[in-house]
């Protein structure tokens, strides 16, 4: 917890801006906002309060557009391991915002199980040519949260490109199949002249190697020594064939192993360009706008810890309202910071729910009250009543 010190030169009257990430396995970063903001309603009646969930460009990323007023389109594509899934993308005039993770995510895995060889990403490419044929001229491909590590290929072929062995048949989907690509047919491409895509994520790892994202990400995913060279070896394949039909060179670029490659089909075929995933997303949602003249902002994330200090939503949110002058405290599930690398990070204060509950499956279980009861701190430090908010430390 933390306590107050000397307050800020903020108006008593300014809103509390509520701008949380999801808390992974309990709450969605809408359902995070909402209870965050039923307490302090609780605490503070009366207290101007707008809810503004974030994301990071993985999972959540078109829940926190519509949420912010986007329209949700609903289509039905084809999952990681072939299924039909029901994915959803946003819509705002001619901009949208697809997810991978709605279709080719983790969380589309039957039981949960990986399947790092033949994961494809196909139903993203379908997303994206249904986004396009909605009209779409602007694109934010968030690619957290991937389970396939096909290099993108499935993201050609969900767009319309035939991916074809030496007998003219195509290949079947995943990074393994790739050993066996001999040509490529785009002829059933859109016409991507006068479209923008951007890829929302950290513009770093490169496709193929030691330091190559793909396979390091099928790695850690449960795929096998051997699984990973066989990964490799078709990733090689389809890089080298990739390049040649798209007259651009990709493997080595920044973000190109993003999302199991995904990045690098990205960056070769759609020309896209790869920007911060919270950056991006703050824009989109309007944060600027909407953190003027607030005297508080509230952001989170289940736990905030060193990786968070990568480019994650909690630290994008407190190091924009830094620039606009806005204090800014954190309601998370679990601590993993020190006081003084939360302040550099511009977080003046962290409250956790094993504060109040050490139990972490029953905090997990019940993130929803927690957080609320949790809020009661926040409002005694940063809102008391008559004064403006204090300065808290860790």
Not at 259 to 287: H, R, S
Not at 364 to 389: F, K
């Amino acid at each position: 917890m933390s306590s107050p010190d000397s307050p800020p030169d903020h108006p008593p009257g300014g809103h509390v801006l509520l701008a949380p990430d999801k808390f992974k396995g309990s709450l969605t970063a809408p359902e995070v906002a909402r209870h965050l903001g039923a307490g302090l309603r609780r605490a503070r009646p009366g207290a101007p309060i707008v809810e503004l969930p974030v994301a990071d460009g993985g999972d959540g990323t078109a829940e926190a557009v519509i949420a912010a007023g986007w329209r949700r389109v609903e289509v039905e594509v084809r999952g990681p391991t072939g299924r039909p899934v029901t994915a959803s993308l946003a819509l705002d005039g001619r901009s949208a915002v697809v997810e991978l993770a709605e279709a080719s995510g983790l969380r589309r895995l039957p039981g949960g199980r990986p399947s790092p060889l033949t994961a494809t990403s196909l139903g993203t490419g379908q997303m994206l040519a249904h986004a396009l044929r909605l009209g779409a001229r602007r694109i934010v491909l968030g690619v957290g949260g991937a389970a396939c590590a096909d290099g993108g290929a499935g993201l050609v072929q969900g767009l319309g490109g035939r991916l074809l062995d030496g007998l003219g048949k195509d290949l079947p989907p995943g990074g393994a199949a790739l050993r066996g690509l001999h040509r490529l047919d785009l002829r059933g491409m859109p016409d991507l002249s006068g479209v923008e895509v951007i890829v929302a994520g950290e513009p770093e790892g490169t496709l193929l190697g030691r330091n190559g994202s793909a396979t390091g990400q099928a790695l850690r995913r449960g795929a096998g020594r051997e699984e990973v060279r066989a990964l490799d070896a078709g990733l090689r394949r389809w890089a080298d064939l990739a390049e040649a039909a798209s007259r651009t060179a990709a493997r080595d670029r920044p973000g190109a192993g993003a999302a199991g490659g995904v990045g690098f089909a990205a960056l070769a075929f759609l020309g896209a360009t790869v920007e911060p995933g919270i950056g991006l997303m703050l824009d989109l949602l309007g944060f600027v706008d909407k953190a003027r003249g607030a005297r508080l902002v509230v952001t989170g994330e289940g736990c905030l810890d060193v990786q968070s200090l990568r480019g994650r939503a909690p630290i994008g949110v407190a190091r924009a309202a830094a620039r606009a002058g806005v204090p800014v405290v954190a309601a998370v599930g679990r601590r993993g910071l020190t006081g003084e690398q939360a302040r550099k990070a511009r977080v003046q204060a962290v409250y956790a729910l094993t504060d109040i509950e050490p139990d972490a499956a029953r905090c997990m279980r019940q993130a929803g009250p927690l957080l609320e009861q949790l809020t009661v701190a926040i409002a005694d430090e940063w809102l008391p009543p008559g004064r403006t908010p204090g300065a808290a430390r860790l």
